[in-house]
C-alpha cells in the first residue's frame, strides 16, 4: 500500500511563523512535524509515499529529500500557488497511488494512531479515522455506527485527517481545485464508507495557541 501526505496549505492561522516556514516544517518535540508523520510511516511498513507541495514546498523537498534517510522512496506532486485542497491534490496523483487502497494523512496534525492499521483496510470508497471532538470542533463531522460512517446521528465525531481512499472514490471527479469532504459525504449516503475510532493523542497544529498546548503538553510526555 502507498501513502500520501498533504503537506500543500498556506497555514494562514498560523502566520506570522508559515510567512517563512512551511507548516510541515514546524517542530514539535525537536523533530518537523513531516519528519514525525515519515518515521511513523517508514515504522509501519510503508514505503512508496507522494508528498503534495505548494507554499514554499521548495523547504520541505530540500528538509527532506527522496527519503533514503527514512527508508522511504519519496516523490512529490507541485500544486499552483493557492494549492489545490484536498480533493484535487489527491486526483492529482491518482495515477501514482496504485490501482488499490492508498493511506492519505494530514500533514499538519499530530497524533499516535498506529498507522500499521490501515495496512489491513479493504474499502469500497474510503475509511475514515475518527476522534473525540476537539474544543475547536464540538459539534463533530461524522458518525459511527458499526463498521459504517454516516453524516449525522448520535455520538458524532471529528475526521481526524487519517483515511485510506480507493480510486474508485474519485470516479468522476476532474482536476481542479476541492475539497474531498462533498464527495465523502455523498459516498456516506450511499452507504459505502467504513470507519473505526481513535481515542490516543491527536492534536490538530493549526493555531498558535494549539501548537504551543501540544509542545508544552509533549514536553511532559516521551515522543
Known sequence: MRAMILAAGRGERLRPLTDRLPKLLIEVGG?????????????????????????????????????ERFGLDIEYSHEPEGALETGGGIFQVLE?????????????????YPLSRLRAVKCERAHLVLVPNPEHNPGGDFCLEGARIRNRGEGMGTFSGIAVYHPRMFEGSAPG???????????????????????????????????EQLRTKKLQEPL
Do not use: C, Q
Open 31 to 67: 523533530k518537523a512535524l513531516i519528519e514525525h508523520h515519515l518515521g511513523k510511516l517508514a515504522g509501519a511498513g510503508f514505503r512508496e509515499i507522494v508528498i503534495n507541495l505548494s507554499h514554499l514546498g521548495e523547504k520541505i523537498e530540500s528538509a527532506v529529500g527522496n527519503g
Open 177 to 211: 481545485r476541492y475539497s474531498v469532504v462533498p464527495l465523502l459525504r455523498a459516498a456516506i449516503d450511499a452507504h459505502i464508507v467504513t470507519g473505526e475510532w481513535h481515542r490516543g493523542i491527536w492534536s490538530d497544529v493549526g493555531t498558535p495557541e494549539r501548537l
Open 96 to 112: 501514482r497511488m496504485g490501482p488499490g487502497p492508498f493511506a492519505v494523512v494530514n500533514g499538519d496534525i499530530f497524533t499516535d
